[in-house]
């Protein structure tokens, strides 16, 4: 539901068949006249035909709806921060089905959605405890190095470090902000697993998150399994920038499509939670808040 429907009462408002009737040009164009048109308003004319579609409609409603204040900026002014998270962590070359990943590399990338640039990064590595020794698979994999884990802290410290980070911020105070990572298993698997092998309790500005996966399957009409991060960033005309597996690189990558989707007129809430130690989806219908406060780690002792 587009935001200015509180503005202008309902959809009665002869704006919205003037929007609608552009919605249905836009749908008979071609790939070459999307581009073209895009071209023409200085948009940005990279991307596959169905993100083309996107960012002419979300254009076209915007100009139609510039004199409602609920229009807003170029960018989603709920948040003020999201705050995308890689992990990466120990892994084999096959995985049985009982491992127990430890993350290895803690990154963060802030996302100012008023800017919409990047602001500040974060990044860690930590020192495994239960496999402190990598897989050759793992070493290779995320171009992580022995010695690099073993002159770092364990997970607690360095995730104290990380509350800190975002406390100098003043997220959940001051500003409001989400957490954002690309699927389910950085919060679900890896953290959950992380906060128990280390005997600390699951924060709480963690447990709702936005996955961007799905927020980008649901805003451009694809199916899920083309919402790998290689596949977002082809179909929106971008290519990977730096190494793929290193957690930060990919936090920044993610980080960009989020900035693309975001100026394509893509609200990014959040859409998924952490319930009984699994992942569940957060309704489209549950009260719009950003994330509490960051808490240094309690213990489960």
């Keep these: 539901i587009p935001p200015s429907k509180a503005a202008h009462g309902d959809f009665s408002d002869p704006v919205y068949k003037e929007i609608a009737l552009a919605n249905g040009v836009i749908n008979r164009m071609t790939r070459d006249e999307l581009r073209a048109k895009c071209t023409e308003l200085n948009l940005d004319t990279r991307g596959v035909k169905d993100v083309l579609k996107k960012r002419l409609k979300n254009y076209y409603k915007k100009q139609k709806l ?100 975002l406390q100098e911020k003043e997220l959940g ?19 959950y697993t992380q906060c128990r092998l280390s005997r600390i309790r699951y924060p709480q500005f963690a447990r709702k998150w936005i996955n961007i996966r799905k927020s980008y399957a649901n805003y451009y009409k694809v199916a899920r399994n083309k919402t790998k991060l290689s596949c977002m960033l082809e179909n929106l005309g971008m290519k990977y920038e730096g190494r793929p597996h290193c957690g930060l690189d990919d936090s920044r990558n993610i980080a960009r499509i989020a900035i693309h989707m975001l100026k394509d007129g893509c609200q990014l809430r959040v859409n998924e939670c952490l319930y009984g130690g699994e992942p569940q989806s957060v309704p489209i219908s549950a009260p719009l808040e950003g994330a509490p406060p960051p808490q240094r780690p309690k213990s489960r002792d």
């Excluded at 070359?93 to 602001?119: A, G, K, Q, R, Y």
């Excluded at 050759?136 to 997970?155: K, N, P, R, S, Y």
């Design 66 to 165: 510039k004199q409602s204040a609920a229009a807003g900026g170029p960018g989603d002014s709920y948040y003020d921060y999201i705050c995308v998270v890689d992990f990466e962590a120990t892994c084999e070359e096959s995985n049985p089905s009982d491992f127990l990943h430890e993350i290895i590399e803690f990154p963060m990338v802030l996302i100012d959605t008023h800017t919409l640039e990047i602001v500040d990064c974060f990044q860690e590595y930590v020192k495994p405890e239960l496999n402190p020794q990598l897989s050759d698979f793992c070493i290779e994999l995320t171009g992580i190095a022995q010695e690099m884990v073993d002159e770092a802290d364990i997970f607690p410290r360095v995730f104290r470090r990380v509350v800190a980070w």
């Design 173 to 191: 105070t001051k500003y409001k902000y989400a957490l954002l990572t690309d699927g389910s298993w950085d919060m679900s698997k890896f953290l």
